[in-house]
């Protein structure tokens, strides 16, 4: 099995019930979309910087051209909205728990493209626009599969996937019980 699918196997149920939690979000009203940003925010952040802090440039090269929390603050400034409280990120203790962070982060990008389609015109979208050139996603594949070429290596990763999508869930739970919309 490939490293990019023992990743998207071990994180399905994860991954699902954060794409649940953000889908209750209306994209199409500037409400919604404002709160889906903040809840993205609350967890976003703390995980990228939590990666910096890790050494993800050491990891992955280009790490600091795919960093877009400076876009999340700017969709956010631009909407009139604070920074949130953040959840409490996992620690990436070693490349391999680093890079499972990153697979939830550069995925989300991909989620972000689709998510840009539906956000209504005029909306400050620097955060879901698709700002990573042509092949970016398979460039990033490619580095997962040659380092994450060992079975315990593939474990570190996948239950640092499961932490960092975790946090994501507790941002949308934190969220709902906010606001009592969702």
Sequence with gaps: MSARAYLRAITRDAHDRVDAGFSAFDLTSIEGYADFLVAQAAAFL????????????????DWPQRRRSGALKSDLAALGRSVPDPVVPPVYANAASVWGGLYVLEGSRLGGAMLNRVASPGFPRSFLAPSAEKGHWRQFVAAVERNLYERVLLERAGLSAIHTFACFEMSVAKAKRTNELL
Excluded: T
């Excluded at 802090?53 to 992955?60: C, I, K, Q, T």
């Design 46 to 61: 703390p995980v990228e910087a939590a990666l910096d802090r890790a050494g993800a440039a050491d990891v992955l090269p």
